[in-house]
Structure formats: C-alpha cells, structure tokens
C-alpha cells in the first residue's frame, strides 16, 4: 500500500468539478485517508513548490494556488502515486489525453485543476507539509477485499 497527496486547485473549486473528479478516485478503488478544505498560506505554497523557485511561472503558480480554497486529499492504494499520477495525464490539459482527468476537464497549462505526488517518496514529504499526523486515518472499507487481491 501506498500514499499520495492529491490537491484540488482553486479552478476545480470554483468550476464545480470537487465531486465529480473525486468520484474517479473513488471508482478507482482507492480509499481515502484524509481530506480537508482550506485557503493556503503563501508561505506553504511556495514550499510546497519550492522545485520550481526558478521557474518563469513560479510566482503566477503561487498566486494561481492561493487565489482561492483548495482540497487535500490523501489517497491510499496499491501504486498509489503511479496510478494517480497516469489519471492526471500531462501537465497540460491541451496536451494530456483524453481520458485523463486533465484531458478532459482542461484546457490550460497552469489552471490544470488537481495536483498529485510524483513518487512515493515527494509524497512523504507533501503529506507532512499538508498534515498532521493524527489527520490521517487507517482504516479498511467493506469492499476492500474485492478491490485488490491477496
Ligand atoms: O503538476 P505537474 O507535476 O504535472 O507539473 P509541474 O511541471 O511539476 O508544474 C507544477 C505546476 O505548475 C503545474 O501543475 C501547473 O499548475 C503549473 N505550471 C504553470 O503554471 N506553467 C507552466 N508552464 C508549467 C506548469
Ligand atoms: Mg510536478
């Protein structure tokens, strides 16, 4: 098992779209462990980002992801980071393949509607940054044991 930190950037807030594209993730089979909604801190943002200090989008990124509330989630499952990650599709929605989240709700490079964790270990990281222990929970769901196998 595995965890990621899934992000609804404040375009998906503000365009609806929290329910329907958490649905995915649940359809996918994987649990939830976590998930709160909150207005950003700058200072956790650019940390958050903190790769792309010197990227020429760096600042409008920032902007971009306090300009409004946000959701994390914390999602759990086998690969957790690799399939969250294939269910985005590229960066840019122009680009990303239809199918994908991103492929099928965006058309921008910048607004693109969800982060996730891009390996186990930056997911580590990120959940730390976003949570506090005792946020998380373990726990199993009844159809758990039709989801994967043993
Ligand atoms: O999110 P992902 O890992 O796919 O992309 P990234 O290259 O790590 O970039 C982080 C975020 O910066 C993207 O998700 C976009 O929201 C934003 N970005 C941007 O504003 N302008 C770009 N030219 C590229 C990315
Ligand atoms: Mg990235």
Do not use: C
């Not at 971009?64 to 960066?91: C, D, K, Q, S, Y």
């Amino acid at each position: 098992m595995e965890r990621t930190l899934i992000i609804f950037k404040p375009d998906a807030v503000n365009r609806l779209l929290v329910g329907r594209i958490l649905t995915r993730f649940e359809d996918k089979g994987l649990r939830i462990s976590a998930m709160k909604l909150q207005q950003s801190p700058v200072e956790q943002v650019k940390k958050h980002y903190e790769v792309h200090q010197r990227k020429p989008f760096y600042n409008a990124l920032v902007e971009f992801m306090t300009g409004g509330p946000v959701i994390l989630v914390v999602l759990e499952g086998p690969h957790a980071t690799t399939v969250v990650r294939n269910m985005l599709g590229a960066t840019d929605g122009r680009e990303a393949t239809a199918g994908t989240i991103r492929g099928d709700f965006g058309l921008d490079q910048r607004y693109n509607l969800i982060h996730a964790s891009d390996g186990p270990e930056t997911a580590r990281t990120e959940i730390e940054l976003f949570f506090k222990p005792e946020e998380i929970v373990d726990y199993t769901r009844a159809p758990d044991r039709w989801i994967v196998s043993k």
